[in-house]
Structures are given as C-alpha cells and as structure tokens.
C-alpha cells in the first residue's frame, strides 16, 4: 500500500472510514512511520481548527417558543397577497400599450362610425389618412369601403376650417403662440367658435377629442415600429401640417419614457425605482409613515432583499425629502406587520459611514420596519424619528 | 420526525452554525428562526439536513449583503458592547482579537470547505456534510482536511501579521 492520502487520514480521524478501510489503514501505520507522523499532524491540525472554532461561540441563545415559530409560519401562510405585484418598469410599459392599444380602438372607432353620427370628425387629415390602411387591415368590412370614402368626400366638401378644431388638445401658451403663426384661428376663438357654432357642430367637436388623442398615441418616437409601416402605406403628403409640429402630449409621452430609462438606470444601481406618491400605499400594504414637516421630493419602491434586516420577500417603500438645509433624508420603511416583528431587530440601531451619512433603524410598535439616513447628526435623526407621522 | 423535537434539538446548534458563518448573533438567530419557518412550510423529509441547506442559503445572502454594506457603513451598536461581560481590557481585548483573527481566516476558506468544516463542527457525518452540500462523500475528507489546513495557516499568517483585516465573508 502507499502511502495515506490526506483526506483518507482526516476521514480515517473522524471514524469515517468502513472497516474494511479501518483496517487495511491501521495495518499500513503500523509499518509506516511517515504516515504515523502524518496522522498525529491531522490529528492535531484536527483539534486546533475546532479550538478555533470554539473561539466563534455565540453568547446565550434564548429561543423563542415553538408556539411563536408556528404562528409566524401561519401568519405567512394566510397574509393577504400583496396588492399589486407588477414591477414598476412592467407597469410603465403595460400604461403605455394601453394608451396606445385605447388609442387604436379610439380610431377604428371613429373611421367605422358613419358619417351621420361622426359629423365631421371624418375631416381630420390625421384620420382621413388613415382610413384607407385600417380598411386594408380588414377593420372595416369590404362592402363598406366604398359608402364610406364616398361619406368622406362628401364631408370634405363641406367640412369648416377643421384647423380650429385641432387645438382643443392641450394647448400651452407656446402651442398657441405657434397656432398664430401657422395661421390657425387666433388666440380665445376655440372658445368664441364654441359660443358662436351650432350645437351640431359642438357636438362633433367633443367627439373629435379621441381622435386628437390618437394622435398623441402614434407619436412616432413612441411608436416608431408601427409608425414605419403607417409611413410605408400611406404618403408622407398625406400627414397633417399639425402632425410636423411639436405636440405638446408628444413631448411628455417623450418625457415620459425618459423618467422610465432613468428609472430603470436607478433600478440597476440601487435596486430603486421612482413611483408616484399615490402608489407608496399600494406597495407598502399600509399608509406609510411621514415627515410632513420635510419637503417630499420622491418617493421610490425597491427590495426588501437590497435592506439590512428588512423582509426579502416585501418591497420597501423609500421616500425622499429635503430638510431646510438642504440636506437629503431619505425614510426607507417597510411594513412587516405582527407576524414578522420578531423576525426583524426591534432595538434602535445607529450606523455611520465615514463620509459622515448616518442610518437609524428601528421596527415602531405598528410593525414598520424603518431607516431614516442622511448627512447630519444622529441626534437630527433620532430627533426626526420622533416627529414620524 | 416532529419540527418541534428538531427545533428543541437543534436550534442552537443552528444558531452557532450561522453565527459563525455571518458574525452576528441576533442575524444568527433571525436567520434560524426564519429556516424553522420555512420548514413548517415545506415539510421536509429530513429536516436537519434541509434546515442547515436553508441555514446556509441564508448566510450566503447575508454574507452577499453584508459584504455590500462593509464597503459604506461602520456598524456602531453600543448596546450589543454594553452588555458584554468583561473580565478585564486586555483580556478582552486579546479575545476580541482572537474571535477577528478565526472569522477572518474562516472568511478566506472557500465557501464549500468552511461550509463543510462547520456542519462537521455541529455533529454532520460526511453522508449528511454530503447531502447538504451536494458532494461526493469521498470527497468530504479531502475538502476538511483543506479546510482545517487553510484555518490554521491563514489564522497564525494573520496572528504573525497583526492583521486588523476586516472580515469579509
């Protein structure tokens, strides 16, 4: 036999070895001082690594009762499923596809709808231009292709100035300026033509409204695949002159989807994401708790998971505010409720990066778990954790 | 076999398992009773092995998160310091050293090898060190004898040094 290998001598050490091997190991060091010398080296390399070990004794545990773990287990079993559980950046994407998916029904809606009840809101160059691709689409059945371009010439014939309608979509003081220019009713008459038309004609103007919001809807940016192929079945000719200028809900759909990049710029680097404040609620399963005296300069939702002692299977609500200073504090809470109180560390703790940011945590008698940080003292914070609301 | 008998039996050993894993007593116990949860949930065959497999997921996401917060914040809990009996500075000083020294060296083990000193520590046999780690048995007495070798050689390397390196598991 040759020598022992280390393993076999650690296993042959703690009994781990059958007896077969038992014996064929003892025969071995009984002729073999190499491998004698060997195993008194694991032996005492054994019992040093557990007197290391035993170094790293925890003080006195106190386990809480069984009864305590059950009822924890039950309360898990039976919470009530989180309200909402699309993530931020899938809400933001299933808004959009909403508005867009309400915004096509909206048009199919309009260049369906015969003319006796459109009136004329068939006269929307936007909607004009469109008609005949929805039509190929197969929105409209066959046999009413050609009544309805024959409606839509009639209402061509006869339609008013249609541009004094277009602005009834919301109009800044710039988006009037530029109606001035493009030689649109002047500033004040929407309202004036509102007193002055007939009922008939108000009438279609409101119901011109979604059709203006179609408009927002296919902003090409948002939409730039489906707008290609519109791009591709219909003359560029045939886009309404109010559709090359900048559109005001265009602008925020544009401002829109660039809070959505940051946000989700923000989730990869913090695990954060920006939410309305209305949705803090939502996320939390419970108001959450304030500093009304501070001014509230966003509210975030994030993992329980990216938290010291938080919940990893709740998401945690962050709100953000500025002090008088100027100073960022930022309340980082999750509720935990009864059943998890005393899965999270009750007792008030304090920490401080050498930067000076210091972090109060502590679990309120309300079942919040909560983290008030920022760059000031900690007797601001403890201060501060007193006037939560 | 009752979750009662296992938790009366083994949430201490438990506890000690994690606290050695992670460092901190009071996550140590919070992760334990959290395994005992989980394990009402799930029921397992053989509790003992699934609630140390549980234990040890646990103590790697702590050790993940941990390891993120070591690198902004200095943990100051004067509570924690206040109770702990003394017999004296330097005495105290010198175990301080010693628990800093065996949790860093314990650290710089490779984590199947200190995972599986430490089952071995709290009463495992290679088959169960096996299961939970999801290793050959034969293979268990070459990964302690590694382990043990590397705790010793990095505990004298940092005791020599004077390390005041901080613990990074």
């Not at chain 2, 397992?44 to 993120?68: H, I």
């Not at chain 2, 780690?133 to 043990?148: C, K, M, V």
Request: charged fraction near 30%; proline fraction near 6%; aromatic fraction near 6%.
């Amino acid at each position: 036999m040759s020598h022992i290998d280390e393993g076999t001598l650690h296993s042959y050490l703690d009994g781990e070895v059958s007896e077969r091997q038992r014996t064929e190991i003892a025969g071995h060091l009984a002729t073999c001082e190499e491998c004698r010398t060997r195993l008194e080296a694991a032996e005492a390399l054994s019992g040093r690594a557990a007197e290391l070990l035993a170094e790293l004794e925890p003080g006195t545990v106190q386990p809480p009762s069984w009864r305590e773990i059950e009822e924890r287990a039950a309360a898990r079993r039976h919470a009530a499923p989180r309200p909402v559980r699309l993530r931020p950046r899938l809400a933001w994407a299933a808004s959009i596809a909403l508005a867009f998916a309400v915004g096509w029904a909206s048009q199919a809606y309009f260049v369906r709808m015969p003319a006796s009840e459109v009136g004329v809101v068939g006269a929307l160059e936007a909607d004009r231009s469109q008609a005949p691709q929805l039509r190929q689409r197969g929105a409209v059945e066959p046999g009413e292709a050609q009544p309805e371009a024959a409606r839509q010439e009639q209402l061509r014939a006869s339609e008013p100035d249609m541009t004094a309608i277009q602005p009834r979509a919301k109009v800044t003081p710039e988006e009037e300026a530029a109606t001035e220019v493009a030689g649109r009713a002047p500033e004040g008459a929407p309202a004036q033509r509102l007193r002055d038309q007939p009922a008939e004609l108000a009438e279609q103007d409101r119901a011109a409204e979604p059709a203006d919001e179609l408009v927002v809807v296919e902003a090409p940016a948002i939409v730039a695949g489906i707008e290609v192929a519109r791009e591709e079945a219909q003359p560029q000719a045939a886009v309404p002159v109010d559709r090359a200028a900048p559109q005001p809900a265009a602008h925020a759909f544009e401002a829109e989807r660039a809070l959505a990049e940051r946000r989700d710029a923000e989730a990869k680097s913090t695990g954060f994401v920006e939410l309305p404040a209305t949705d803090a609620a939502l996320w939390l399963g419970k108001e959450p708790r304030t500093l009304p005296e501070l001014t509230l300069e966003r509210v975030e939702v994030g993992p329980g998971a990216a938290l010291e002692g938080a919940q990893p299977g709740l998401p945690a609500i962050r709100l953000v505010y500025e002090d008088a200073a100027g100073n960022e504090i930022i309340l980082t809470q999750q509720w935990l409720g009864g059943g998890f109180d005393a899965f999270a560390e009750t007792a008030p703790a304090m920490t401080v990066e050498p930067s000076g940011h210091r972090a109060y945590r502590w679990l309120d008698d309300q079942g919040y778990l909560l983290i008030l940080e920022g760059n000031v003292s900690g007797d601001s914070l403890r201060a501060l954790a007193e006037r939560l609301r | 076999m009752d979750l009662s008998q296992v938790y009366r039996e083994h949430y201490r050993s438990l506890v000690r398992f994690l606290y050695r894993r992670i460092g901190d007593q009071a996550r140590a116990e919070d992760l334990a009773q959290e395994a005992f949860v989980r394990a009402l949930e799930h029921e397992p065959e053989k509790p003992r092995a699934w609630l140390f497999t549980v234990a040890a997921n646990l103590a790697r996401d702590e050790g993940r998160r941990a390891s993120v917060r070591r690198r902004h914040l200095t943990l100051i809990k004067a509570e924690a310091e206040a109770r702990s009996p003394e017999p004296g500075p330097e005495v105290a000083l010198e175990r301080r050293e010693t628990v800093r020294r065996v949790q860093a060296a314990l650290a710089r083990l490779a984590g199947r090898d200190r995972e599986a000193l430490l089952l071995w520590e709290e009463g495992f046999s290679y088959d169960e060190i096996a299961e939970v780690l999801g290793l050959s048995r034969g293979s268990i007495g070459t990964t302690l004898a590694r382990a043990r070798t590397r705790l010793a050689a990095v505990f004298d390397e940092l005791k020599s040094e004077g390390s005041d390196e901080d613990v990074a598991y």
